[in-house]
């Protein structure tokens, strides 16, 4: 039984979310189909999917395509729609309800919790797949320093990088460096309300944006890093950070999930808020041997991701 994974376009959209949807399909060899919802004409696609077949719906595009299919699908939530943009109440309220009708995967635990507790969801509709990741180079040198320091992700309101920016201004007593990789495209307004902040608490030759890179290329980049920083308001797994404490790099951050942690994982600096955050990042801008190295940590490939997936379809028997 093929699967049609419903989504949009992994050459136009750069995000953990896409990339998950990407290297499952890889990993299925053949076996989950994409249909790109930005290429026209995807109702005519959609009707020509055969009944016995399970449609795989992103949750980024959910609201506009969950009209077009009369039977039902599987939601794959990364992350629900309203809880990035700001939707209308009456959009809200017909997301929730699709969410309340259909089978969902969401990539992690906190994700399912948040469904569960804030939508009021079905425990039992809900199933999570962890994500995986590629084999890459592990990072091997250590300076003793927390000078080169590194963000990954799109720059957009949920990342909280203007409260970053609040907190790194009370830190330039420090010689620190950021480099940014994203989409600064991503939500124009709000990159805008970031740039004059940066120039406004006089950073411009501190944070250099460098917009995304391919992903192979992103990480090699990153092992040449002493500390990755973030400040998610919100991440349903948080793909940056676990790729990042992967290879090695020691990552500081708001709220990290311990799915994305690992329970043997010593360098990752989790705050619970703001002025927590920027304490701990003195501490290590003032103290750098106390960067803890990497330790051993097994490698979940995508290959066991697809595994994970099929036996959720097979243990369902397509009866979605």
Known sequence: MNTYLICPDFKRVTSGGSRFNKKLIEASQGQITPLFYNVDPINLMIQNIPNDEIILIDSLIL?????????????LCHLPSFMNTAL????????????????IIVTGHRMKNTLIEKMDISPKQIHSIQPGINNFN????????????????NISPV??????????????????????????????????AVKDK??????????????????????????????MI????????????????????PVIGLHLHHEACFDNCKHCYSAEHPKAWRRTMSFLFESPKELKKTS????????????????????????F
């Open 63 to 75: 609201n506009n395509i969950a009209q077009l299919i009369s039977r039902p699908f599987i939601i």
């Open 88 to 103: 209308d109440k009456k959009t809200i309220a017909k997301e929730i309800k699709l969410y309340k009708n259909q089978k």
């Open 138 to 153: 592990k990072k091997k040198h250590y300076q003793n320093t927390t000078e080169r320091l590194v963000w990954v992700g």
């Open 159 to 192: 990342k909280g990088f203007l409260e970053m920016l609040d907190e790194l201004k009370q830190l330039t007593n420090y010689p620190w460096h950021l480099d940014v990789y994203g989409s600064t495209d991503f939500d124009l307004e709000y990159m805008s």
């Open 198 to 227: 940066v120039i406004q608490y006089s950073l411009e030759h501190r944070i250099e944006f460098k917009q995304s890179l391919p992903h192979n290329l992103l990480m090699k980049e990153l092992v040449n890093y002493d500390l």
């Open 230 to 249: 973030q400040f998610s308001r919100f991440e349903s797994f948080g793909m940056a950070v676990y790729e990042a404490l992967n290879i090695g790099l």
């Open 296 to 319: 051993q940590i097994e490698i979940r490939t995508w290959a066991n991701v697809y595994q994970d997936f099929k036996a959720f379809i097979d243990q369902n028997n397509g009866g």
